[in-house]
C-alpha cells in the first residue's frame, strides 16, 4: 500500500548537477523521517543526506556544502539537491522514509524503501 519510488538519476559530467526525487505513493498521511543513502560498487551503504521530521538535517562529511536534502510541505515527496558532482559521487542512491499511511481506517507506520536511481559522472 506504501512504495517509494526514486526518479531523476542519470549521467552528468564533473561538476554538474543532478536532482533525485522520492515520491511515497499510497495512502499516504506524512513522510516524516527520510534519508538519502548511496551504495557505489564494491562499497557499504553509507548514508548521504537525512531530514528529521523537526526539519533537522544530517550530512556526510563528502557531501557538504554540495548536497541539500529537502521534503515538500505536503510531505510526500522528497529531494537530494546534487551540486559540484565529482568522480567520488556515482553510486546507487536510494530514498528511505519513514512515516504513516492510512490503512482500513486505521493510521499505520510505514518503513520503506525505494528501488534506487543510478548516478553516472563523467570527467
Known amino acids: 500500500q506504501v512504495e517509494l519510488v526514486e526518479s531523476g538519476g542519470g549521467s552528468v559530467q564533473f561538476g554538474g548537477s543532478l536532482r533525485l526525487s522520492c515520491v511515497a505513493s499510497g495512502t499516504i498521511v506524512s513522510m516524516d523521517d527520510m534519508a538519502w543513502y548511496r551504495r557505489a560498487p564494491g562499497k557499504q551503504r553509507e548514508l548521504v543526506a537525512a531530514?528529521?521530521?523537526?526539519?533537522?538535517?544530517n550530512y556526510a562529511d563528502s557531501v557538504k556544502g554540495r548536497f541539500t536534502i529537502s521534503r515538500d510541505n505536503n510531505r510526500r515527496r522528497g529531494y537530494l539537491q546534487m551540486n559540484r558532482l565529482t568522480p567520488s559521487d556515482p553510486a546507487v542512491y536510494y530514498c528511505?522514509?519513514?512515516?504513516?499511511?492510512?490503512?482500513?481506517?486505521?493510521?499505520?507506520?510505514?518503513?520503506?524503501w525505494g528501488q534506487g536511481t543510478q548516478v553516472t559522472v563523467s570527467s
Open positions: 528511505h522514509a519513514v512515516g504513516a499511511y492510512q490503512s482500513l481506517g486505521d493510521l499505520a507506520a510505514y518503513d520503506h
Open positions: 531530514l528529521n521530521g523537526r526539519g533537522e538535517t
